[in-house]
Nanobody
C-alpha cells in the first residue's frame, strides 16, 4: 500500500494550495481518507476527513471555512484545497487512510508528508 502526497510548497499568506494524495494497493472506496498536519514542535493534528461511506466531512476548527476536502474514487485520490492560508498553517501535511472507519482515530496507512510553508 502506498499513499503518495503532493502539492505542498511555499505560498504567501492569503494564498491557496491544493494537496493531492493518490493511493495504490488498497480498495480506495473502503477507506476513510483524511489529512493531518504537524507543525515544528507540535503534535500531529487532524485537519479534515471524508468517510468512505460519504456524508458530511470533518474539519478541524482551524480549517473550517478555508479548507475543502474532496475525493475522486475513480482516481483513488483525495484532495485538500486550502484557501486564505495563514502562517499558522505552516506544517508537514500527511494524508491518512482508515479502513471502514467513521473517523480517523485509527489510521491504517500514512502518506509520506508534504511540506506547506506560508510566509507572512
Amino acid at each position: 500500500v502506498q499513499l503518495q502526497a503532493s502539492g505542498g510548497g511555499l505560498v504567501q499568506a492569503g494564498g491557496s494550495l491544493r494537496l493531492s494524495c493518490t493511493a495504490s494497493g488498497l480498495t480506495f472506496t473502503s477507506y476513510t481518507m483524511g489529512w493531518f498536519r504537524q507543525a515544528p514542535g507540535k503534535e500531529r493534528e487532524e485537519v479534515a476527513a471524508l468517510r468512505w461511506s460519504g456524508g458530511t466531512p470533518y474539519y478541524a476548527e482551524s480549517a473550517k471555512g478555508r479548507f475543502t476536502i474532496s475525493r475522486d474514487n475513480a482516481k483513488n485520490t483525495v484532495y485538500l484545497q486550502m484557501n486564505t492560508l495563514k502562517p499558522a498553517d505552516t506544517a508537514v501535511y500527511y494524508c491518512a487512510a482508515g479502513l471502514l472507519t467513521s473517523d480517523l482515530r485509527t489510521v491504517n496507512y500514512w502518506g509520506q508528508g508534504t511540506l506547506v510553508t506560508v510566509s507572512s
